[in-house]
């Protein structure tokens, strides 16, 4: 069975960094795209940072130029770089991965990770 395990997340003052990891567990043949998602309190998930198989990469407009995403194949890892953090990214961030193909079984179209907490204050 494919899980996305997350860490990192914390508690940071605005202007500070901190560095999400994302591990996918499982005999895993390949991920196609890996990203990561937040939620805020009241509000919808939406995507923060994206990257393929092949190193493109998909931001967020308020996040462009302050976080970084990052992946290592060999390893079914994605890391997520946050650098300026504002109190507006206070959230819940999730790790996804989409078209997974593990050695034996069927392919998962999309797993999510369980979540981390990150919280930037003032």
């Known amino acids: 069975q494919v899980q996305l395990v997350e860490s990192g997340g914390g508690l940071v003052q605005a202007g500070g960094s901190l560095r999400l990891s994302c591990a996918a567990s499982g005999r895993i043949v390949s991920i196609n795209a890996m990203g990561w998602y937040r939620q805020a309190p009241g509000r919808q998930r939406e995507l923060v940072a994206a990257?393929?198989?092949?190193?493109?990469?998909n931001y967020a407009d308020s996040v462009k130029g302050r976080f970084t995403i990052s992946r290592d194949n060999a390893k079914n890892t994605v890391y997520l770089q946050m650098n300026s953090l504002k109190p507006e990214d206070t959230a819940v961030y999730y790790c996804?991965?989409?078209?997974?193909?593990?050695?034996?079984?069927?392919?998962?179209?999309?797993?999510w990770g369980q979540g981390t907490l990150v919280t930037v204050s003032s």
């Open positions: 996804n991965a989409q078209s997974v193909t593990p050695y034996s079984g069927i392919k998962y179209l999309e797993v």
């Open positions: 990257i393929t198989s092949g190193g493109s990469t």
